[in-house]
């Protein structure tokens, strides 16, 4: 039996980005990545074809999909990030998605299975309190947005066709990779590292009812590792899982622990908006570099400050439910403490931040 062949599409981010480089590490797979702008050499892993293609311009999937041979699987991780006014793009990202599927199944590829990457916001968790833990049965959030829009796509047309389709639906996805700004690990340290480099406390930045509430996160890999799972596997055909470190914790666990991590002390809660108080530090992130001699990465890349409060806000629980996902046979799992820890210490040997005081 000849190799499956996989687009993914999406592949700059994160995400998209740990499926190809478990895909291509795999003797049963060929992968081809594909996004808007390559991801720079140095990111490209080795076995993968990589490729430009604009999910937006509908003759640019078709000349794309005149190109490739024989591809069976779609992973599709790419979105359109949304504008003032405009929740989620939910318009712009649905035919981003199906201009790809079009354009695969106009050129008669053999596709077996779509997948595709949503999250918690199907549920409404950025709307209020919603019913946690949140199971896959539960109803759709009351602001629509692209998931139910690409959700609905596939469930009417894979009646008709000969593939099948699958959903991961993540939260707080989290990755070592400096490749995109919605990095939470290294949001983070960069904010730890400023507040070590001004005798400051490690306060927590975010509300007194964010601090307290249950919060949960996704190790990038694992998400990987649950994608490409759902896709071989035939009984998670037409299904949607739930795919978190399979954990929970609270911030006030950890703030203490990420405090000492980096030689500060903890601070109270106090609340600032970061996309505000944060932005004018690439000065002070100057002198970080130059006293520690680190790599100089500019300040603009180590975080998307607005994403940290979109994080450190909301004062209810975020809670997934991962039973399903075990019932199906999926058992895999990461510790979230020690997930950060990691991810600091991969940055701390890539000189990314100040090394241990």
């Known amino acids: 039996m000849g190799k499956k062949v996989a687009l993914v599409a999406g592949a700059s981010g994160v995400v998209g980005s740990r499926v190809v480089e ?22 490209h892993h080795a076995g993968a074809n990589y490729v430009s293609v604009d999910l937006i311009d509908t003759e640019s999937c078709r ?101 099948s389709w ?19 690990p290294l949001l983070i340290a960069a904010y730890a590292s400023i507040c070590q480099h001004l005798g400051q406390p490690l306060c927590f930045p975010g509300t007194r009812e964010n601090y307290r509430a249950i919060y949960q996160c996704t190790d990038a890999r694992l998400l990987a590792q649950a994608i490409v799972w759902m896709a071989s596997e035939p009984q998670c055909a037409d299904q ?8 929970f914790f609270r911030w006030e666990r950890l703030w203490p622990a990420f405090a000492d991590y980096f030689g500060l002390d903890s ?14 530090k690439g000065k002070i992130w100057n002198e970080v570099i130059a006293r520690h001699n680190l790599a100089a990465t500019p300040f603009e890349r180590m975080a998307l400050w607005s994403y940290g409060d979109f994080i450190f806000t909301p004062g209810w629980d975020m809670m997934s439910s991962t039973t399903k996902l075990r019932q199906y046979g999926f058992h895999g ?9 990691r991810y600091f210490d991969s940055f701390r040997a890539a000189s990314i931040i100040p090394p241990a005081a």
């Open 333 to 341: 799992f990461a510790d979230s403490e020690e997930m950060f820890f």
């Open 267 to 280: 601070g109270p809660v106090r609340t600032i908006r970061l996309a505000e108080i944060m932005p004018d």
């Open 240 to 247: 949607a899982f739930n795919v978190t470190n399979g954990d």
């Open 22 to 43: 478990l895909l291509s590490a795999s003797s049963e797979w060929k992968a081809v990545a594909c996004s808007r702008r390559p991801p720079p050499l140095e990111s």
């Open 63 to 163: 000349r794309l999909a005149r190109d490739l041979d024989g591809v069976t699987h779609l992973f599709y991780a790419a979105r359109h990030e949304f504008t003032t006014g405009e929740h989620e793009a939910s318009a712009r990202n649905t035919l981003m998605f199906r201009n790809i599927l079009d354009a695969l199944e106009e050129t008669d590829h053999p596709l077996e299975h779509v997948h595709m990457v949503h999250g918690t916001k199907y549920y409404g968790s950025t709307l209020g309190p919603f019913q946690t833990p949140a199971r896959e049965t539960d109803p759709r959030g009351l602001l629509s947005n692209f998931y139910y829009e690409q959700e609905d796509l596939v469930a009417a047309r894979s009646g008709t066709r000969r593939w």
């Open 166 to 184: 699958s959903i991961s639906r993540p939260h707080g996805v989290c990755d070592s990779s400096l490749a995109t700004p919605r990095s939470m």
